[in-house]
């Protein structure tokens, strides 16, 4: 059973990626936080795995995460997506909520527009490949010097692909007529000081998906900024917040 001691983070990242950039956060968040993240199909260890791209492959794919919020329902936990994991997160914290489990005590999103908005990677998961490779080079989301037939294109960007057209399917399935809609959660919105991708107005948008609070916040560097130590710094003292709510909860209670 959940002893208070730790929020637990569950962390998914962006397109084409592992979880390698969440390797140093339980250092980097701090006291009172485990950082646990989610590695999908495709990719890693799992790279032999099929990809997913539809909402119920990821929510099947995701068993695990909703039987251990069931097996704790006491505990409090945190959810955090980038780019494409932040569509990952609202999904996340919309089935949690259908399942009758308990919501996250904060939805966390990062370098990601709402689902009612345009998203310009996800609309391009259909281009043919030359092209999904301009738009990904004008946003600065190729590695220098890639070619289609290199190591890169023939590992990574099918998985990229199919991680876009996961996107896609998600923030349609979000905005269908018989969506869930907003999560009764307080949302935490963080965008990149130079990302060109996605804005403070983009980021405003949130606000449509929450019934509570919307905090805003940005911190240096691109879209990738994941892979720097403002973010998991910034989310080790929310969900330092959260545990001292939690902590005060309960002391109410008792």
């Not at 956060?25 to 989610?38: E, N």
């Not at 959810?79 to 009758?100: C, I, Q, R």
């Not at 999904?132 to 099918?158: I, K």
Request: charged content about 20%; overall charge neutral.
């Amino acid at each position: 059973m959940g002893d208070g001691r730790a929020v637990r983070l569950h962390c998914f990242a962006h397109a084409g990626a592992g979880v390698s950039s969440f390797y140093r956060w339980d250092k980097l968040a701090g006291s009172g936080v485990r950082t646990t993240p989610w590695l999908l199909p495709g990719r890693d260890e799992r790279r032999r795995e099929v990809r997913l791209t539809t909402r119920d492959e990821l929510l099947s794919d995701l068993k695990p995460l909703f039987e251990q919020i069931a097996d704790d329902p006491g505990a409090p936990y945190v959810l955090y997506g980038h780019s494409l994991g932040a569509t990952v997160a609202l999904t996340v914290a919309h089935a949690a909520l259908e399942y009758g489990l308990p919501a996250p005590a904060l939805l966390a999103v990062g370098a990601s527009p709402p689902p009612d908005l345009p998203a310009a990677l996800a609309n391009s998961a259909g281009l043919p490949d030359e092209d999904l490779l301009r738009v990904l080079d004008r946003f600065d989301a190729l590695p220098p010097g890639v070619q289609p037939g290199d190591v890169w294109f023939r590992s990574v960007f099918p998985v990229l692909r199919a991680d876009l057209r996961l996107a896609r399917n998600l923030r349609a399935a979000a905005v269908a007529p018989a969506a869930p809609g907003p999560v009764p959660v307080p949302v935490l919105a963080v965008t990149g000081a130079e990302d060109p991708l996605v804005g403070l107005e983009a980021a405003a948008g949130w606000q449509r998906w929450t019934t509570g609070r919307l905090v805003r916040r940005t911190v240096p560097g691109g879209h990738f900024f994941v892979r720097g130590s403002e973010l998991p710094r910034m989310l080790g003292r929310a969900a330092r917040i959260v545990l001292r709510h939690h902590h005060t909860e309960d002391g109410d209670r008792s």
